[in-house]
């Protein structure tokens, strides 16, 4: 765990975020994720680890003109170089993974 912050400077909107550096030097950053209490930087993360849980983007997003925002985790996966990647392959890999995926519109452990 590299990073527990905010997703917004200031803190704006009281949104959270999270990243996490890989022995490789790839970075994930997370935001809209409200970190557990226990979480620290520094601290080495495993698959199992539960990072925190999603916040809901309501009251930051309220209704437009196209509704509200969906609530919804942003994932950035970034290699060694500071370049942006397409997470696809890895979330594919780990949604494959994974059989506990909650109804669409939950809040979601991450």
């Known amino acids: ?24 030097g790839h970075e994930v950053k997370m935001f809209y994720v409200d ?3 226990d979480l620290a930087v520094g601290q080495a993360v495993t698959p199992n ?17 196209s509704g509200p925002m969906t609530d919804h985790v942003h994932i950035e996966f970034w290699d060694p170089q500071g370049r942006l990647v397409d997470p696809t392959p890895w979330v594919d ?18």
């Open 93 to 110: 890999r780990w949604h494959d993974q994974t059989s506990n995926w909650e109804r669409l519109g939950q809040r979601q452990s991450w």
């Open 1 to 24: 765990m590299t990073h527990i912050g905010w997703a917004y400077e200031g803190g704006a909107h009281g949104l959270r975020s999270i990243h996490i550096t890989s022995p490789d």
């Open 35 to 37: 970190p557990t209490d």
């Open 49 to 65: 680890t539960q990072l925190g849980m999603s916040q809901s983007l309501q009251e930051a997003y309220p209704v437009r003109k």
